[in-house]
């Protein structure tokens, strides 16, 4: 198997450059709409969260970028947050630190330090909605009982895959790190929640990832479930978080409000 084609998705998907643009056009145009609340929670740079508040008593939903843990930041995804205010619900998009800088279980530490910093500022613990490596992000902070429930979009919930790949020359993994940093290893808590969405176009291996992930939790007591999104690719398969009426935006209303 060519695990670099498998996984590398920027090079799979040659239209990528454009969907990332038009994210961050559309997510200057929700900040302008609904300036947000920016939340330190870290001492880098970095560690920021920014807050789009509706009201005090209603829901806590986290949004987690994907990125490989090397690029992307909370100011690219704003535009998640209008279709989810518009269900009654508050929504916190936070940036992490990236490798090389930073190695990956200081990323995944400073997450769990996101998820307090939240929970010490809203009394609540949320619902988590991750990407890609946020997709292995948001399943981490379910295991580790900082989220109440996950759904992941295309989510790498296995690393070891990602060894032989150009996409570890910065996260500089070896196998047996690898195994111990992935969450579909981790078990997860009594009434755990986790959603496995995936796009139907994407890479055999990211569909059997997010099939696995599913099957693997439901079999240690979780409520999972496994979709795939008809036509969309890697990149496409966030669009729906752009719709408020979309099945992907009324699943997360129907977690978030449980």
Request: charged share 20%.
């Amino acid at each position: 198997m060519d695990l670099e084609a498998e996984y590398n998705n920027r090079a799979r998907v040659p239209g990528h450059s454009a969907v990332i643009a038009r994210w961050r056009r559309d997510a200057e145009a929700a900040r302008g709409a609904h300036p947000p609340r920016p939340r330190p929670y870290g001492a880098s740079e970095r560690g920021v969260i920014d807050l789009f508040d509706v009201g005090p008593d209603r829901p806590w939903v986290v949004f987690l970028h994907g990125g490989y843990w090397q690029a992307l930041g909370r100011e690219d995804f704003s535009w998640v947050a209008p279709p989810l205010m518009a269900h009654g619900l508050n929504v916190a998009i936070p940036s992490y630190d990236l490798a090389p800088d930073c190695p990956l279980d200081a990323i995944l530490r400073g997450i769990g330090a996101m998820a307090a910093a939240l929970r010490a500022e809203t009394g609540q613990t949320p619902v988590v909605v991750g990407h890609s490596v946020g997709g292995h992000m948001a399943a981490w902070l379910v295991a580790d009982m900082q989220a109440r429930a996950a759904l992941a979009i295309s989510g790498v919930f296995e690393l070891e895959p990602l060894v032989e790949t150009s996409l570890n020359a910065a996260l500089g993994l070896d196998p047996e790190t690898a195994r111990e940093l992935s969450a579909s290893g981790r078990t997860p808590p009594p009434g755990a929640v986790l959603d496995c969405w995936v796009g139907a176009e994407e890479s055999g291996e990211f569909i059997r990832q997010s099939r696995d992930m599913a099957d693997q939790w439901a079999r240690r007591g979780a409520t999972t479930r496994f979709e795939a999104v008809a036509g969309a690719d890697h990149f496409t398969v966030l669009d729906p978080l752009a719709d408020p009426n979309s099945a992907l935006v009324r699943r997360v209303v129907e977690m978030a409000s449980a």
